[in-house]
Nanobody, 120 residues
Framework: QVQLVESGGGLVQAGGSLRLSCAAS??????MGWFRQAPGKEREFVVA????????NYADSVKGRFTISRDNARNTVYLQMNSLKPEDTAVYYC???????????????WGQGTQVTVSS
């Protein structure tokens, strides 16, 4: 099973940017996804990317503001988050699965999460 480690979270003002990284322990051709979970809420899908980066799927709430990319040579997936809003505040998790999926139950490998806090 692939191990995933997220980094790059932090505190930023509304309108600011952050870039999250997710490093995988092994080279994988799996799809990768980002999810987030705010206090008292269910984990929600943010974005996913297929194994070669040719296909992406974004939640409507982040379209035009977030960009996912991957560097398979570095076994790393990135999430560039621009124009951040207070409602983006959550713990962000990356996940891996052989096939592109948009629901948490479909992902078998998860990172430990990284906190993103957007102040107003």
């Amino acid at each position: 099973q692939v191990q995933l480690v997220e980094s790059g979270g932090g505190l930023v003002q509304a309108g600011g940017s952050l870039r999250l990284s997710c490093a995988a322990s092994i080279r994988t051709n799996w799809a990768m996804g980002w999810f987030r979970q705010a206090p008292g809420k269910e984990r929600e899908f943010v974005v996913a990317i297929n194994y070669n980066g040719g296909t992406t799927n974004y939640a409507d709430s982040v379209k035009g503001r977030f960009t996912i990319s991957r560097d398979n040579a570095r076994n790393t997936v990135y999430l560039q988050m621009n124009s951040l809003k207070p409602e983006d505040t959550a713990v962000y998790y990356c996940a891996a699965e052989p096939y592109l999926a948009t629901t948490a139950k479909d992902y078998r490998s998860w990172g430990q999460g990284t906190q993103v806090t957007v102040s107003s």
